[in-house]
């Protein structure tokens, strides 16, 4: 069983900053890729970034210069880090996780969602 646990949502600011985590456990042998994507009210859920295990980053034009992905192999976690939030930000952020487990068999996985409001 493989779970996600994602943390750090809430309500900010514009200009203020935010940093998301999602933490992956199970039996799982490595995370190839680990990503962020966000829905708004009425809109289709869109990428916000991606990384690879080797640190290949890609990240939306809509955030670029703004928001920072990283991840911890040992730990399978990613962070999403915002920074100069708009408040067209505001948004359920979803973390996704592709992962191999034995058999070499590789599966995606959602988080729950956390909520981001950019607002003052």
């Known amino acids: 069983q493989v779970q996600l646990v994602e943390s750090g949502g809430g309500l900010v600011q514009p200009g203020g900053s935010l940093r998301l985590s999602c933490a992956t456990s199970?039996?799982?042998?490595?995370?190839?890729?680990g990503g962020w994507y966000r829905q708004a009210p009425g809109k289709q859920r869109e990428l916000v970034a991606t990384?690879?295990?080797?640190?290949?980053?890609n990240l939306a034009d809509s955030v670029k210069g703004r928001f920072t992905i990283s991840r911890d192999n040992a730990k399978n976690t990613v962070y999403l880090q915002m920074n100069s939030l708009k408040p067209e930000d505001t948004a359920v952020y979803f973390c996704?996780?592709?992962?191999?487990?034995?058999?070499?068999?590789?599966?995606?996985?959602w988080g729950q969602g956390t909520q981001v409001t950019v607002s003052s």
């Open positions: 996704n996780t592709r992962v191999t487990v034995a058999g070499s068999r590789t599966y995606d996985y």
């Open positions: 990384i690879t295990s080797g640190g290949s980053t």
């Open positions: 199970g039996r799982i042998l490595n995370m190839p890729v």
